[in-house]
C-alpha cells in the first residue's frame, strides 16, 4: 500500500486515466472527488464487498439449479 499526504486541491494519478482530488477536509471526514473514464466503475468499499458476496451467491444459486437440471 502506498500512503501519501495530501491536502485540499491537492490531486494523485493512478495509470493515465484516475485522478483523485481531496476536496475538503472536516475534521475526521475527508471528501474526495474521482475523475475516471466512464466504464470504469468506482464503489465505496462496503458497496463492491456486497455486491462481490451477492454475486458469489447467485452463482452458488444458479449452480445448485443446474445441478437439480442435471439429476432431474
Known amino acids: 500500500m502506498l500512503a ?5 486541491n ?3 494519478v493512478i495509470g493515465n486515466s484516475i485522478e483523485i482530488t481531496v ?7 475527508v471528501k474526495l472527488g474521482i475523475a475516471a473514464p466512464k466504464e470504469v466503475p468506482i464503489y465505496r468499499k462496503e458497496v463492491y464487498a456486497q455486491i462481490q458476496k451477492e454475486n458469489a451467491q447467485a452463482v452458488e ?3 445448485l439449479d ?7
Do not use: C, N, T
Open 61 to 63: 444459486i444458479s449452480g
Open 23 to 29: 476536496l475538503e477536509v472536516r475534521g475526521d471526514q
Open 66 to 72: 443446474k445441478l437439480k437440471d442435471f439429476m432431474g
Open 10 to 12: 491537492e490531486a494523485i
Open 4 to 8: 501519501l499526504s495530501r491536502k485540499k
